[in-house]
């Protein structure tokens, strides 16, 4: 079983997700259950399933949940896009999360790569 939290990306995800819970506690009351919600479920999404794929036997299973996690990245990316739109979030701030969601794009990327070139070329193959 590997140790997630000595992944680099899945620090960077779990940072991004610090992130996103403090800007979201200045979102309307009345998106309590809307917006706030769903930014903060696909940002946790991304660390969770890093860290749930970490303690899969299979390399086949781990890329499956990285994957997943790269998905929910990109939810999580459009999701400050609306945000900053809608004004729950200012340009500046937004901005900041853009190079946080970059970086952790990358560094995802990157372990995908990695787990990859692990499989057996008859397994690879991109969902």
Known sequence: MRDYRKIVAWKLADDLTVAIYECTHTFPSNE????????RRVAYSVPANIAEG?????????????????????????FIHLAN?????????????????SETFRKLHGLIQA?????PKSVVRSP
């Open 32 to 39: 309590q259950y809307g917006m706030t919600s769903q930014l």
């Open 54 to 78: 970490s303690s899969r036997e299979s390399q086949k299973d781990y890329l499956h949940f990285l994957h997943i996690a790269r998905g929910s990245l990109s939810e999580t990316q459009y």
């Open 85 to 101: 739109r809608l004004g729950y979030i200012s340009a500046v701030l937004r901005e900041g999360l853009d190079v946080q969601v």
């Open 115 to 119: 787990v990859k070139e692990e499989l």
